[in-house]
């Protein structure tokens, strides 16, 4: 009778475990809330959940382009021991912070054993990896260099988007005479100024000196940089009055109900305006800033799984189930990005997604600094900050301007601390 009674209880105990191990918790942050990037990851969470429906996901949506709020969290959660299984990060400099730390599991094998260093571009590759082992693994392919117009504003005013910086500059006034508001910006957080200054750098500097720039290896004082100065400046007279009120989406808002003509944004503005039922090159364009058209600069959502996440097969699961061709054609279908994979097949993208697609074989590719890709973490808060100061400072000289980011890059030390990284450009 005793060893009946054990038995039972051993059988039930074995019973538990499995009903345990059955009920896996797979927790994911992400700041993806806005207008079609919501949509987009719950597609793919969905998709995720009807392939292992035991498991619970818990996910945590942190509002902030950009990352901004989430980012914080993410570093105290990581930092008191309690990370969760995975979270989105910008491949490249976001990321190696972490690596480097020895805070994400190397996932090597997994990127071998997928065989995924035959489908993600090579310069992906790259970022997603850090000393000579994969950390992350790309969801989606962005494109920060894009100016966004609203078509019936372009056709109105007789425009057409010039194919120079200088043409752009040129067309302000005239929208601005117009009645209209010529650059929508919406700067309560401000990496979307940075992003002005970023995309205008690029096309006056091209994409050698872009890098340079961001790597140390010249500085404010160099011609490009002091012109990209003077273009920024002027942009900034042509924007809303409301713009330091305003998130990237309501900028993008404005577009839509006919008060701004245009705004420099990535392509996640591509899934707001499918979202808000605008339709691609009927109601608005997308095309790369005037002055970078063969430049592509790149924007990576990743996933990686940072040491101690809970339930770590949850977690490898996600990785395999985003890098495949139905998961990355979903999700970017609707975020308005193009998929990290080469081989997914452009039926279902809309005609600026089926573009980039294109583009992305054959451009120059650059990476964004704003948005965690090529430059230290420290140094572009610091960096938006000082164009932040710019901004509210508009009589400031090009001397004092120029004076106020050598600076900055001199105290986070650019220069020294790209060149000692164990990073590939
Ligand atoms: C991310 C995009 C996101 C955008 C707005 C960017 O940093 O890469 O995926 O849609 O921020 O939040």
């Known amino acids: 009778m005793k060893s009946f009674k054990v038995f039972l209880l051993v059988g039930l105990l074995i019973g538990a475990m499995g009903i345990m191990s059955m009920a896996a918790t797979f927790s994911i942050y992400d700041w993806w809330t806005a207008g079609g990037e919501a949509q987009a990851i719950a597609t793919v969470l969905n998709m995720y959940h009807q392939a292992y429906p035991d498991v619970t996901i818990v996910q945590n949506p942190v509002a902030g382009g950009a990352g901004v709020n989430m980012q914080a969290v993410i570093k105290s959660l990581i930092f008191a021991g309690v990370p969760p299984t995975t979270f989105q990060v910008h491949a490249g400099w976001e990321m190696y912070q972490y690596a480097s730390a020895n805070l994400l599991q190397p996932i090597t094998n997994l990127w071998q054993s997928e065989g995924w260093t035959n489908v993600f571009p090579q310069r992906i590759q790259q970022l997603c990896s850090y000393n000579g082992q994969f950390y992350a693994v790309p969801m989606d392919v962005h494109r920060a260099n894009m100016v966004w117009y609203n078509k019936a504003i372009f056709d109105k005013l007789g425009l057409t988007m010039p194919t120079t910086i200088q043409g752009f500059i040129n067309m302000l006034p005239k929208i601005k005479a117009a009645g209209y508001t010529p650059i929508a910006l919406g700067d309560s957080a401000n990496w979307t100024t940075a992003m002005l200054f970023e995309e205008t750098l690029l096309a006056v500097a091209g994409p050698d000196k872009y890098n340079q720039y961001f790597e140390g290896k010249i500085t404010a004082s160099d011609p490009a940089v002091q012109q990209t100065i003077q273009y920024f400046k ?18 993008c808002g404005l577009l839509v109900n006919g008060q701004a003509a245009m705004t420099i944004m990535g392509d996640w503005a591509n899934g707001y305006f499918m979202a808000a039922g605008w339709k691609p090159n009927v109601d608005y364009g997308g095309v790369a800033v005037p002055g970078t058209e063969g430049i592509y600069n790149l924007v990576v959502d990743s996933f990686p799984i940072p040491v101690g996440a809970p339930d770590v097969q949850t977690g490898y699961d996600w990785l395999k ?4 061709v139905p998961a990355q054609a979903a999700f970017n279908q609707i975020k308005g990005s193009i998929p990290a994979r080469i081989d997914v097949p452009t039926t279902g993208f809309n005609p600026i997604q089926v573009a980039n697609m294109e583009a992305l074989k054959k451009d120059v590719l650059t ?8 430059a230290p973490v420290a140094f572009v808060t610091d960096w938006e900050n000082a164009l932040t100061v710019i901004q509210y400072h508009p009589d400031m000289s090009l001397q004092a301007c120029v004076n106020l980011l050598n600076m900055t890059a001199q105290q986070d030390n650019l220069a020294g601390t790209v060149a000692s990284a164990n990073v590939n450009y």
């Not at 990476?367 to 090529?374: I, M, P, R, T």
Request: hydrophobic share 40%.
């Open 321 to 324: 189930l985003i890098a495949t």
């Open 234 to 251: 002027t942009e900034l007279q042509y924007v809303n009055p409301n713009h330091a009120s305003l998130t990237w989406d309501q900028a």
């Open 367 to 374: 990476a964004s600094a704003v948005h965690g890709s090529e």
